[in-house]
C-alpha cells in the first residue's frame, strides 16, 4: 500500500476539495486525481463522488478512510522505529560488571545513558572480569565494566579510573588512632582480602606491593563484598581495604584510613570485541569514561 497515495485520499477526504488536498500534499491537482484514480483501481472500490462543484466520499471511502488513517499511522511508527533503532536510540543492551564496578560506577553511567536513550533496555549482570571476557567472545554481553588488564588481547578496553584503596579496620586497632597510614604498617595486620577468583591479578598486585613494601601477609581471611569485608573489620578480624568513598558504608566499631605512598588501587575499565557498530554501544562508551572521569576527580 502506497503511503503518498494514502495520504493524498486522506487529504481530500479532509478537505473535500480537490485543489486544497493537492495544495496541502505539495503536487498538482491532475496528480491528486491520478493518486486517487490509482488507488481506486488497486481497491476495485469507488471511494469519493466528484462533480465539478462537489465532492463527498462514498460510504465505502469513509468506512476506508478510517483504515486509511491507522495504515498511515502504523507505517509512519515502522519507519520511526526502523530510524531510531539505526541512530541507536532503541533496543537492547546487554552489560555485564564486576560488583565494585556495579556499585562505583554502574548507577550514574545508566542514569545518564536512559536520559540520552531512554528507549533503549539495558540489561545487567553480575559478573568477575573473567566471567566478562568469556561473555563477550561468546557475544552473550554487548560491553563489560571490568578490572584490566585482560587475558584476552583480542578484546579492547578503555580504562576509566583507578581508584585508590583506604584500609577498614576496628576502632579497637591500635592502627585505627593514626590519621593515616603506609602499607608497611600493616606488616603484621591479618589481611581480609576478596577472593582470588574475582580477581586475580589485582590480588595479586596487592601482595606484589606488599612485598615492595618489606613484608608479605602473613595470615589472609577471604570475604566478599565490601560490606562483609567491612564488617570483618568491626569484629577486629583483621584490616581490609575498600575502594572509593562509596563502598565505605558506615558500621559502628569499623574505621577508615588513607593510605599514603606505595599503595594497591582499583582500576575500572569499560570492555568490548572491538566492534563499535551499534550506536548504542558507542554512546555507552563514552559515558562510561565521561562518568569515570568525574569519579576520578572525587577519589
Known sequence: MDRRRLGCFIAL?????????????????????????KLEKYLQVQLVYRTKRHVALTSAGEVFLTEARKIVRSMDDALELARHTESGRI???????????????LPEVLQRFAAALPDVD???HEMTTAAQEEALRRGDIHAGLVHPPLD?????YVEVVRIPFDVV?????PLSERETLRLADLAHETFVLFP??????????????????GFSPATVVEASPAQSIIAMAACNIGVG???SHLQQFERPLAVYRKLTGLAPDLPLAVAHTGDLESPALRHFLDVTVAVGQEVHTLT
Open 13 to 37: 477526504a479532509e478537505e473535500l476539495h480537490f485543489q486544497r488536498a493537492a495544495q496541502r500534499c505539495h503536487i498538482s491537482q491532475p496528480g491528486l486525481s491520478q493518486q486517487l484514480f
Open 91 to 105: 533496543g537492547r543492551l546487554t552489560i555485564g560488571a564486576t560488583a565494585p564496578a556495579l556499585f562505583v560506577l
Open 122 to 124: 539495558v540489561v545487567v
Open 152 to 156: 584476552d588481547e583480542s578484546l579492547s
Open 169 to 173: 579496620l576496628s576502632e579497637r586497632n
Open 196 to 213: 582470588r577468583r574475582i580477581g586475580p591479578k589485582l590480588y595479586d598486585r596487592v601482595f606484589a606491593l606488599c612485598q615492595e613494601a
Open 241 to 243: 581495604f575498600i575502594a
